[in-house]
């Protein structure tokens, strides 16, 4: 048997559709139309988030000795938000076209001047894409022709809404008619969902559902040095749900209103080295994702340049992932100085501090953040794994097969197990005796349904490591059975402890 291995052009499209056939994401509320921004997740999606979450909580958490869990409310004081700065803060630049009523985020709606012969006779807007700089091209030769100007066209020069001056603003074409003057200058946009808690609903009972689960964490840093034994340098983890209300959700469950995040706040000494924990923590944070078994070659860093960070903020660098979109952000690791304990301690005049043992003084701790999203782990996995092959057979029949390549460590389904045929009772008696000893420990698939190879298939798509099939020699000769891996296809005879050892090796 031969593969010849392919990605395909329209992955995401490739990836949505096997998302939804077999039953990882849905669009929420589906049957109403769906709600743009939120997402369900199926059998076996729930599955895949499950075993990215317990993976993180084992080796962020179990496996440290330096760092505890928590999970805090989900909707937690105003005065919260306040003092964290998101209420006056927590922005996104938005635009709106005053005629097509779509609304933009500043920051990804691009524009550029029309230069003709060292004038500029009109501009050009695309919204951001992987070749932004290539549409407003086009969109610049496009009217030059068909106003049909003589003259050379200088390269256009791509600038997002944030940057335009109020003279520009009138004079750039809203991508949705394509005509100028009905985009609107660019105004703040808070994201945070608003609700109210208890019977009243007025200025006083107003909350938020939490844009982050970071600020669980600094609000119960106080709880946990008293009561959880930690010393610095030590660090809080939170996996929870967060809720932005995001201008343009788009790609899929990449950008999202409602999602869920790993946080972890690792407080440092006043005085310690905190660029050298923060690099620490980048490489463990890369390393990490290769666990999970995405590949280096899709991972890079990027720095965030100086004046853009926060007044506080001592350094932020990005972990980002080669999406079929683009190169994005996946997890970022934030050095925030004492900023956040800082606020909190001022807001609520109670301390944030710890004493220093050494020195006889009190200080409030730095902290380092490393903060992901698991949905964003889990579009990065499936676009990792996502193949289809063109395999051919020892009887040169070539055929498609699409395949999960995803680690043993996260995937639904770790085994399948097969009977060769259902109707053969003791075959059949086999195969479910080893399916429930499997089941104790592993999630595990049993599948009697159609043609072996059909059923090889049907696990290769979600992505199960490795089939075995019960045949007569299992029951007849010497116990052994078939173990049939996803990725070389190959197969070779085995004994069930055999099985449990390469579990046991991979899966953990
Ligand atoms: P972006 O610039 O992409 O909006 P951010 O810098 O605002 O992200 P953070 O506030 O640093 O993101 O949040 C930490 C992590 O939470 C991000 O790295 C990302 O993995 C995840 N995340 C943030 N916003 C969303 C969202 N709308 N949908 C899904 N995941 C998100």
């Avoid at 000795?65 to 989900?74: L, M, Q």
């Avoid at 925030?336 to 005049?349: E, I, K, P, V």
């Avoid at 999960?404 to 460590?409: G, Q, V, Y």
């Avoid at 049907?458 to 007569?472: K, L, N, S, Y």
Wanted: glycine share 6%; aromatic share 10%; with cysteine.
């Amino acid at each position: 048997m031969s593969t010849s291995n392919a990605t395909p052009d329209n992955l995401m499209e490739a990836i949505v559709s096997l998302a939804k056939r077999r039953g990882f994401v849905f669009p929420s509320s589906e049957i109403y139309g769906g709600l743009n921004g939120f997402f369900d997740y199926g059998p076996l999606g729930v599955e895949l988030k499950k075993n990215i979450r317990d993976a993180w909580w084992r080796d962020m958490v179990q496996r440290r000795d330096d760092v505890v869990g928590i999970e805090t409310s989900i909707i937690m004081h105003p005065k919260v938000w306040q003092a964290s700065g998101h209420v006056d803060g927590f922005t996104d630049p938005l635009v709106d076209c005053k005629v097509s009523k779509q609304r933009y985020r500043a920051d990804q709606l691009f524009f550029s001047p029309v230069v003709i012969d060292g004038q500029t006779v009109a501009y050009v807007s695309a919204l951001e894409s992987e070749d932004t700089a290539a549409q407003l091209q086009a969109a610049a030769e496009t009217y030059k022709r068909k106003k049909a100007l003589q003259g050379p066209l200088a390269p256009v020069q791509p600038r997002d809404m944030t940057e335009a001056q109020p003279d520009e603003i009138a004079r750039i074409p809203s991508p949705a008619t394509g005509e100028p003057g009905s985009l609107t200058p660019p105004r703040a946009f808070n994201m945070m969902f608003e609700t109210y808690v208890g019977a009243l609903r007025d200025a006083s009972s107003v909350s938020y559902l939490r844009p982050e689960t970071a600020q669980g964490m600094f609000v119960d840093f106080k709880n946990v040095v008293d009561t959880g034994r930690v010393k610095l340098p030590f660090g809080i983890a939170q996996i929870g749900k967060s809720f932005r209300n995001e201008i343009t959700p788009r790609n899929f469950i990449f950008r999202s209103r409602e999602f869920e995040q790993m946080e972890m706040e690792y407080f440092i000494h006043e005085d310690a080295d905190w660029a050298k924990c923060h690099q620490e923590w980048i490489e463990w944070c890369r390393r990490w994702l290769m666990s999970i078994g995405l590949p280096e070659s899709h991972l890079s860093l990027y720095a965030h340049p100086k004046e853009k960070l926060a007044f506080y903020s001592k350094g932020t660098v990005d972990i980002m992932f080669r999406y079929p979109f683009g190169v994005q952000e996946l997890w970022g690791i934030a050095a925030r100085g004492n900023y956040d304990l800082g606020q909190h301690a001022q807001a609520s005049g109670k301390p944030q501090e710890i004493f220093d043992e050494a020195t006889k003084k009190k200080f409030v701790p730095h902290v380092i953040e490393p903060a992901v999203g698991v949905d964003r782990i889990f579009l990065a996995v499936l676009c990792a794994a996502y193949a289809e092959e063109d395999v051919t057979d020892d009887k040169g029949a070539v055929e498609k097969r699409t395949v999960l390549r995803l680690s043993p460590r996260i995937a639904p389904v770790k085994v399948a197990v097969l009977p060769l045929l259902k109707n053969k009772e003791h075959l059949v008696a086999r195969a479910r005796e080893l399916y429930q000893r499997l089941q104790r420990r592993y999630a595990v698939f049993y599948d009697d349904g159609g043609a072996i190879g059909r059923r090889y298939r049907r696990q290769d798509e979600i992505g199960t490591p490795w089939c075995v099939t019960i045949d007569f020699d299992t029951v007849e000769k010497d116990g052994s059975f078939t173990l049939r891996e996803r990725d070389s296809m190959q197969q070779r005879r085995i004994q069930e402890a055999e099985l449990f050892a390469l579990l046991d090796k991979h899966v953990h």
